[in-house]
């Protein structure tokens, strides 16, 4: 089974650059896409950013479109998120997933994707 392991949480300045990475270990498949989930506290994951196998089709949030880049290194098994951090409201924890499918089509459903990293938690200060 495929080990995702997220890293780059912390805290970040309101106005900084958020920037996050997801490796990917164990029985990994070259063609997986990866998504990238927000969750706080009292509330559902939210799906962030995704990222086909290939790297060539991304998809984001209507809150993140604009103000993210997300792309992957397939020689390193990484996905990597970087983000324009605008507001505390865009802390939480943020999760990378992973399905096996070597279509172009970004799914933004958590019960879509098979695996799951552990989570790293970001923190905005204004």
């Known amino acids: 089974q495929m080990q995702l392991v997220e890293s780059g949480g912390g805290l970040v300045q309101a106005g900084g650059s958020l920037a996050l990475a997801c490796a990917a270990s164990?029985?990994?498949?070259?063609?997986?896409?990866v998504g990238w989930f927000r969750q706080v506290p009292g509330q559902e994951r939210k799906f962030v950013a995704g990222?086909?196998?290939?790297?060539?089709?991304?998809s984001y949030a209507d809150s993140a479109k604009g103000r993210s880049t997300i792309s992957r290194d397939n020689a390193k098994n990484t996905v990597y998120l970087r983000m324009d951090a605008r507001t505390p409201e865009d802390a939480g924890t943020y999760y990378c997933?992973?399905?096996?499918?070597?279509?172009?089509?970004?799914?933004?459903?958590?019960?879509?994707?098979?695996?799951w990293g552990q989570g790293t938690q970001v923190t905005v200060s204004s």
């Open positions: 997933a992973a399905r096996y499918s070597a279509a172009s089509m970004i799914i933004s459903a958590t019960r879509n994707y098979s695996s």
């Open positions: 164990g029985r990994t498949s070259p063609r997986y896409a």
């Open positions: 990222i086909d196998w290939s790297g060539t089709t991304t």
